[in-house]
Every structure is written in structure tokens, then in C-alpha cells.
């Protein structure tokens, strides 16, 4: 499969492989659940309304009910769902904070947690995150999304060192803008906000301070996830992968 910026292929250890993905029904993660699919992964989407993951009680449940499908096995977990909170510390609440927390931090932890049992028995598995460009830079009010998704960074080069032994591979993504429903409205959001700092909506103005002047597509993000969890990537553990236009190479 070929998208409009060329990326095309096939990478080794995906067909027949049990994957769950976060956040699969739209942006990103449809965009990775889609491109596992292709490259003959078995794909098992996690999002609202069917799973919540703010319960954090059912998560254990979501997944055995996974593994029970495919004789205890899970392979890859995509953990790529997340909500974004445009806020300065003055004006956030308790509510936003554990929200932002739940979802972007507390979920897959759990998640993780709830794989790990499966991966070790096979002695072989790849968890991705998904964290951001806020991952490395600050960006204004944000400062609990940028806090939440450093902490899955760091979880990812520290969950390495634990099991990397046993054939568990962890990685990072770290994308930049991309052509998403939700990077539009935080758009909307900053400019509404903060018109002093955003005087505008304008999907140019977000453009302007990238130097290759425009946004990923999903697809481009997804090659990078799907890569890091196929076996074209058995050597790479702990890290954590800007991908983002060059944005924080200055």
C-alpha cells in the first residue's frame, strides 16, 4: 500500500499477529489499526463508547477477552489513545487533570500491565506509545498534556530495562502536528482561548513554524508504530522517535 508521501511495503512478523490498538476509530490510531490489517495482523480496536479507559477496572477483562480469541496470545498492544487539555495552570481543574491522566498516562499503564503476562509466556512481544513532540519541547497551555505524555516516555525507556530480558520490546513515537480532527480543534480551542497569542485558526499559521511547512498524515505516523512492532525492528528497545517535520530539531 502506497500513501501520498511514498511509503509502501511489507514488514516481517505482522501477518497473523494479535494486536490491540487505543483510540482505532479515528486520526492515528485508525490510521495504524487500518495498516496492521493490511499487513495481516489480527486488530483489536479499544475505544468509546464499547471500552472506556477511564475504567480501569474492566481494563483486565478487555484484554483477556482478547487473548481468549487467540489461544492466550497478544503480540503487540499500541497504546495511542489520548485526550489533549488546553489549559495554564491557573485555569485548569482537578476534573481536567485526572482526565487528561486517566487516559494518556493511568490506561496504559494498566494496559501494559494486563499484556505482560500474555508476552512473557511467548517470550516475545512489542508495545508502542504514543507520546508527542511534547515529549522533548514545551508548548503553551499545555502543560498537563505535555506532563502526561513525557511520563509515557519515560515509562517506555524505563519499562525496557525490566523486560527487555525477556523479549519485550518497548518504543516511543513522538509526532508532531498531523492532519487530524483533533489537531483542528485544538486550533480552534488556542485561537478562541488565547487570541492575543493565536490571533488565528488558521491551519497555515501551524504550518509556518514547521520546517518542512505541513503536517504528517496519519499514515505517515502509522508506518513508524508499525514498524516498531514488527520484527524489522527486533533490535530497537527504548526509544523514543520524534517524527514530527524537523520541528524539534532547532
Not at 519499562?159 to 530480558?165: I, K, R
Request: some cysteine.
Amino acid at each position: 500500500m502506497t500513501s501520498s508521501h511514498g511509503v509502501s511495503g511489507s514488514l516481517p512478523g505482522l501477518s497473523g499477529a494479535v494486536a490491540i490498538v487505543t483510540g482505532h476509530k479515528g486520526g492515528i490510531g485508525a490510521a495504524v489499526a487500518q495498516l496492521l490489517r493490511e499487513q495481516g495482523a489480527h486488530v483489536h480496536g479499544f475505544d468509546l463508547p464499547e471500552v472506556d479507559l477511564r475504567d480501569f477496572s474492566a481494563i483486565e477483562r478487555h484484554v483477556k477477552n482478547v487473548a481468549d480469541q487467540h489461544d492466550g496470545r497478544i503480540d503487540i498492544l499500541i497504546n495511542n489513545a489520548g485526550i489533549t487539555s488546553m489549559s495554564s495552570l491557573l485555569e485548569i481543574t482537578l476534573d481536567e487533570i485526572e482526565t487528561v491522566l486517566a487516559v494518556n498516562l493511568k490506561a496504559p499503564i494498566l494496559l501494559t500491565k494486563a499484556v505482560l503476562p500474555h508476552m512473557l509466556r511467548q517470550k516475545k512481544g512489542s508495545i508502542v506509545n504514543n507520546a508527542s513532540d511534547q515529549a522533548f519541547v514545551g508548548k503553551r497551555y499545555s502543560a498537563i498534556y505535555g506532563a502526561s505524555k513525557a511520563a509515557m516516555a519515560q515509562l517506555t525507556k524505563s519499562a525496557t530495562l525490566d523486560w527487555a530480558a525477556e523479549g519485550i520490546r518497548f518504543n516511543c513515537i513522538a509526532p508532531g502536528s498531523t492532519d487530524t480532527a483533533m489537531l483542528r480543534q485544538v486550533f480552534q480551542d488556542l485561537h478562541s482561548r488565547y487570541p492575543t497569542v493565536y490571533p488565528t485558526a488558521s491551519e497555515d499559521f501551524y504550518r509556518s513554524g514547521i520546517p518542512m511547512k505541513r503536517f504528517a498524515e496519519p499514515r505517515e505516523i502509522a508506518w513508524l508504530m508499525a514498524f516498531l512492532a514488527s520484527d524489522a525492528a527486533s533490535f530497537i528497545s527504548g526509544a523514543v522517535i520524534p517524527i514530527d517535520g524537523g520541528f524539534t530539531a532547532a
